[in-house]
């Protein structure tokens, strides 16, 4: 049976882990630095990356994942939405397929168990399909219920999401991950190629975990300073919510190459865009987190080299 949680753990919780009708209140940061010192292509002339609005997820192109668009067609790449489910059809007109914390229906508007998939069957085939053949996936789910939703796409790669809300130490820590404790672990995308720099530290902001397939890349790992909590609804912690301590098999970000494809996994949304919450800055606006625009340029390289 897990331990039962202390009272000061859960009070931290409280004040980290705002219910999802306060969470809608997240807003997109317009003072945001979306600047891009070496692009990668010229503007307009990159691969097609198309974010995912077709599935009830939280985070848009207009909306809280406008910074991320931002910075990306800084880079050079063409950043579009890709709205209805997915087919054959309309991934082949694209290189890089972004989904952001996507939901079942019955979760829109309800962060509570059963957490059922975003997505068909037979969208999952055809995306399975399409990155096998050469297309590529960068697939970040959060906190539960969207871990919960991801949890059959992500298992057609062999990824294993944990439908939880993962923190470190008492959930006031920050969520550093540095190469120091081997939570940030040296790889492709940390060590950056052609006009991609190196990342030396991440920042992350209350997410889930998963467990990747034999020949992933690690990118960012937990350890046992974290727990990962099950909460039957979002931001309903009690002494009761069960619990475990994270290892070095639970992730918050690793790749793979897939067939011809490739695919990055990231378990935590808020690291890749900037936006405020009752005022406050989550994402990489914060001085603290300022490599994490750097580790999406490079995600979104490696996803694109040939």
Do not use: C
């Not at 691969?47 to 931002?70: C, I, K, W």
């Not at 969208?123 to 990155?131: D, G, H, K, L, T």
């Not at 991801?150 to 959930?171: C, M, S």
């Not at 940030?184 to 720099?197: D, F, K, N, Q, Y």
């Amino acid at each position: 049976m897990a331990p039962r949680m202390p009272v000061a753990f859960l009070s931290a919780l409280a004040l980290l882990a705002a219910p999802g009708p306060a969470w809608s209140q997240a807003v997109a940061n317009s003072e945001t630095d979306l600047s891009v010192a070496h692009p990668a292509y010229p503007t307009g002339a990159g691969p097609v990356v198309a974010l995912d609005e077709g599935h009830h997820n939280y985070h848009t192109l207009e909306g809280r994942y406008a910074p991320f668009a931002a910075v990306l067609r800084h880079d050079g790449y063409r950043v579009s939405a890709l709205r209805g489910e997915f087919s054959a059809a309309k991934l082949s007109t694209v290189r890089v397929l972004v989904i952001a914390n996507a939901l079942a229906p019955s979760n829109a508007q309800s962060w509570k168990l059963p957490t059922p998939s975003a997505f068909a069957p037979a969208e999952i085939a055809a995306v399975q399909a399409w990155v096998k053949g050469g297309g590529a996936l960068f697939l970040i789910a959060d906190h539960m219920p969207f871990a919960g939703a991801a949890t059959d796409l992500a298992k057609a790669f062999d990824f294993a999401f944990e439908n939880v809300a993962a923190v470190k130490g008492d959930g006031r820590t920050p969520e550093i991950f540095t190469p120091g404790d081997g939570t940030l672990v040296e790889s492709p995308i940390t060590r950056g190629s052609g006009r991609a720099a190196p990342v030396s530290e991440a920042q992350t902001f209350t997410g889930s975990a998963f467990r990747a397939p034999a020949g992933a890349i690690p990118i960012l790992r937990l350890d046992e300073g974290w727990a990962l909590l099950y909460p039957s609804e979002w931001a309903k912690f009690d002494p009761e919510t069960p619990r475990r301590a994270a290892t070095r098999d639970d992730l918050r970000a690793a790749a793979l190459v897939y067939g011809k494809g490739r695919i990055v996994v990231v378990s935590e949304a808020a690291m890749f865009t900037n936006q405020l919450v009752k005022g406050a800055p989550y994402g990489f606006g914060q001085p603290s987190a300022r490599q994490d625009k750097q580790l999406l340029l490079n995600i979104v390289e490696w996803l694109t080299a040939r």
